[in-house]
């Protein structure tokens, strides 16, 4: 029912940013607790960022103080501000929505899953 695309993705040097965002096709989107993962080859699935329909927001430690992520309810649109990036932050990265009203906590939510998307592919450079 929700379909969500990523885009944004790309290569740049350590140090750089990069900014990714995720366009959710449902109206009703403002009500989804929204969240960012990552998944580099061969390693685990981590939780990146979160944000609830409230505007609460959770990091991971490994992100804290570099990344941002934000919502924009009009254009149904999430986005992830990845700033001093280094190469361990290589990995492609997903968005994901979440059951309504669910909050954000450990870079992630508190809910069931609703849906994911393809993913965007980031690369960091030494």
């Known amino acids: 029912q929700v379909r969500l695309t990523e885009s944004g993705g790309g290569s740049v040097p350590s140090g750089g940013s990069l900014s990714l965002s995720c366009v959710i096709s449902?109206?009703?989107?403002?009500?989804?607790?929204m969240s960012w993962w990552r998944q580099a080859p061969g390693k685990e699935r981590e939780g990146v960022a979160s944000i609830d329909s409230d505007g609460g927001t959770s990091y991971a430690d490994s992100v804290k103080g570099r990344f941002t992520i934000s919502r924009d309810h009009a254009k149904n649109t999430l986005s992830l501000q990845m700033n001093n990036l280094k190469p361990e932050d290589s990995a492609k990265y997903y968005c994901a929505a979440w059951a309504p009203l669910a909050s954000a906590v450990d870079a992630s939510c508190d809910g069931d899953l609703e849906a994911w998307g393809q993913g965007t592919l980031v690369t960091v450079s030494s």
């Open positions: 449902k109206y009703t989107a403002s009500t989804y607790c």
